[in-house]
């Protein structure tokens, strides 16, 4: 059942009982998609987890929703950046919302986000990174009209996963290894894996998110 209490429309599943302070990871779908897309595989994931799924603010008039939109007309103006960042704002509120309304621990959330999603995730974090210490971006890039020009000079403690598809159609995967170029760049710890697959997670993929979620838990 969707909850409509914060300032996002969100799904979530409670860490385990008897779990102290718990981590959030928050689940950030594309473009397109909605809260239950990232959401399906909640269970699978580490139990001491407070796990949300949340709704992107845009609805589209083709269905689902987006954070912001996009220009398939106009490469040079692909990615709407005042509704990027406008969301990027709405996404730390809600993380800040989320944390005191559950009491969680405000010194480490994780972030996992697909596609646009993952876009996001890249300029939250490379502009400033607050209390977020591992970030898992698929099938994303990083948007350098989105990062803009204001890059932290503090990545300490952070750890990122990047995966894509190498038959992307939707992002192609020269853009995706921008990812791994930059945040070698800044030398943030990271593992790059590639898949012969297209915009989606196949199963090894998969299997391999969470070999990385679970050694860097």
Same mark, same amino acid.
């Given at each position: 059942?969707?909850?409509?209490?914060?300032?996002?429309?969100?799904? =979530?599943?409670?860490?385990?009982?008897? %779990?102290?302070?718990?981590? &959030? &990871?928050?689940?950030?779908?594309?473009?397109?998609?909605?809260?239950?897309?990232?959401? /399906? $595989?909640?269970? +699978? &994931?580490?139990?001491?987890?407070?796990?949300? /799924? @949340?709704?992107?603010?845009?609805?589209? /008039?083709?269905?689902?929703?987006?954070?912001?939109?996009?220009?398939? #007309?106009?490469?040079?103006?692909?990615?709407? %950046?005042?509704?990027?960042?406008?969301?990027?704002?709405?996404?730390?509120?809600?993380?800040?919302?989320?944390?005191?309304?559950?009491?969680?621990?405000?010194?480490? @959330?994780?972030?996992?986000?697909? !596609?646009?999603?993952?876009?996001? /995730?890249?300029?939250?974090?490379?502009?400033?990174? #607050?209390?977020?210490?591992?970030?898992?971006?698929?099938?994303? =890039?990083?948007?350098?009209?989105?990062?803009?020009?204001?890059? !932290? +000079?503090?990545?300490?403690?952070?750890?990122?996963?990047? !995966?894509?598809? %190498?038959?992307?159609?939707?992002?192609?995967?020269?853009?995706?290894?921008?990812?791994?170029?930059?945040?070698?760049? $800044?030398?943030?710890?990271? %593992?790059?894996?590639? =898949?012969?697959?297209?915009?989606?997670? @196949?199963? #090894?993929?998969? =299997?391999?998110? &969470? !070999?990385?979620?679970?050694?860097?838990?």
């Amino acid at each position: 059942m969707i909850n409509t209490d914060l300032s996002l429309k969100y799904l =979530y599943k409670p860490a385990k009982e008897g %779990t102290e302070n718990p981590r &959030l &990871l928050l689940l950030m779908h594309g473009y397109g998609s909605n809260e239950q897309d990232l959401f /399906s $595989f909640a269970t +699978e &994931l580490p139990d001491d987890f407070f796990i949300v /799924s @949340v709704r992107a603010p845009r609805a589209l /008039s083709f269905g689902g929703f987006a954070w912001y939109d996009i220009n398939f #007309q106009d490469a040079q103006k692909f990615n709407d %950046t005042t509704q990027a960042t406008a969301s990027i704002r709405i996404i730390r509120n809600f993380i800040s919302e989320v944390i005191a309304k559950f009491n969680l621990n405000q010194e480490e @959330v994780w972030l996992c986000g697909f !596609s646009q999603g993952a876009i996001l /995730s890249y300029a939250m974090v490379l502009q400033n990174p #607050q209390n977020i210490k591992r970030v898992m971006c698929l099938s994303g =890039y990083p948007a350098q009209d989105i990062i803009g020009e204001n890059i !932290s +000079e503090n990545f300490d403690g952070l750890a990122f996963f990047i !995966s894509h598809g %190498t038959e992307d159609a939707v992002i192609p995967i020269d853009w995706a290894r921008k990812g791994d170029e930059l945040l070698s760049q $800044f030398n943030i710890p990271h %593992t790059y894996k590639e =898949y012969r697959s297209g915009h989606g997670l @196949v199963p #090894q993929n998969f =299997y391999d998110l &969470l !070999s990385w979620i679970k050694s860097h838990h």
